[in-house]
């Protein structure tokens, strides 16, 4: 089976190496490329001599080797090291005396509080900011809407009709018809997983129960896994939903991730509504404490998070920007997904359990 997602882990004692190990990554998409334009708008392409360091979450499919090659047509030399979301944060929290990070974007609202709380971000309010809803960047000034991410319970509807699909999360360990036929991932390092388990959590909030849930809500946790496959190692959701040798049939996924899946895997995604609505994860981006590049760093958000630039990665990567002017320029999925309802979360009670609750899951529920 053919792997979508690239991951280019750098680790952070071989920055050095990091410009090498991007560019065997791979060059960036042909939809990529049909997106790179120069405008009079954007910053000269005269370059300032800094390379800027950024950590993200969201390098995958092609973005790291797109945000390199557009960014250097605008003046700017980036480095782009990629982790998972709690991993990532986890690096911002054991660099801090040290910043080897210049900006991060991606994460989530969770991590984004996190690392706001831990004195990780340096406040600073780009030229873009109130083109962006109210209520989606910090209202200190710490980070800011970059794009909105639709959390989606994902089946091919060349298998399976909406009718047969599941509705819901509870459905999946519910139903018998569902048993054995879905994918759950055993690394809970992600910002996709995280918000799957907390949408699913915060429906048995609890103030007197273990970790603010209820015991039911533990006992649905343990059925999850328990009717579930674990993730095969390197392969793709959607290579194991096309696989003759895979029971799975449907599992978690970013809206964002959907339309190059169906391209690359001949699919055609469906996906649950569920009443309570959908998790959104919110991408933003920040600039770290203590950069010694603050006036390029400020200079690069500025760049990214304008509606040129996000109306351009909306059209590569099939994204719904959070900024209002790119809108316009997504695609017509991304137009419906926008119109898909959000489910309510409890953002607090999350920020403040959900690390205890994946140590939970993986020492008791987890096979």
């Not at 997983?193 to 007197?208: E, Q």
Request: aromatic share 10%; net charge negative.
């Amino acid at each position: 089976m053919k792997k979508i997602s690239r991951r280019c882990f750098i680790q952070a004692a071989a920055l050095a190496a990091a410009t090498s190990a991007l560019t065997a990554c791979g060059a960036s998409s042909s939809s990529a490329q049909a997106a790179v334009s120069s405008t009079s708008d954007m910053p000269s392409n005269k370059g300032t001599g800094v390379t800027l360091n950024i950590y993200t979450n969201s390098e995958t499919d092609g973005r790291d080797a797109w945000l390199i090659e557009r960014a250097a047509q605008d003046g700017f030399s980036v480095q782009v090291v990629g982790a998972g979301a709690a991993d990532t944060q986890n690096r911002l929290l054991a660099e801090k005396s040290a910043p080897i990070a210049d900006v991060v974007f991606g994460l989530n609202a969770i991590i984004w509080e996190s690392l706001k709380a831990e004195d990780i971000l340096l406040p600073y309010v780009p030229e873009w900011a109130d083109e962006i809803p109210a209520g989606l960047n910090d209202p200190d000034g710490y980070y800011h809407a970059i794009v909105k991410q639709a959390i989606l319970l994902v089946y091919d509807l060349n298998q399976m009709s909406p009718e047969e699909a599941p509705k819901d999360w509870p459905d999946l360990w519910t139903k018998p018809e569902f048993d054995q036929k879905y994918e759950y991932l055993t690394g809970l390092g992600g910002g996709t997983v995280r918000n799957v388990l907390a949408g699913i959590l915060v429906r048995y909030a609890d103030p007197n129960g273990d970790l603010g849930i209820s015991q039911e809500g533990w006992d649905a946790i343990a059925e999850y896994y328990k009717h579930g496959v674990p993730n095969e190692s390197g392969v793709d959701l959607y290579g194991q939903i096309v696989s003759d040798t895979s029971t799975v049939v449907c599992g978690q996924m970013w809206s964002s991730g959907i339309e190059t899946r169906d391209e690359q895997y001949g699919t055609k995604t469906g996906y649950a509504v569920p009443d309570v609505g959908v998790p959104y994860a919110v991408e933003g981006v920040a600039i770290v404490n203590g950069t010694k590049n603050v006036d390029e760093a400020k200079r690069f958000v500025n760049w990214f998070g304008s509606a040129q630039i996000q109306g351009e990665w909306a059209k590569a990567f099939s994204t719904l920007p959070a900024n209002t002017n790119a809108v316009s320029m997504a695609n017509e999925f991304n137009q419906e997904i926008s119109k898909l309802p959000a489910q309510q979360i409890d953002w607090a009670l999350v920020a403040k359990n959900i690390d205890a609750w994946c140590e939970k899951i993986m020492l008791e529920y987890m096979p």
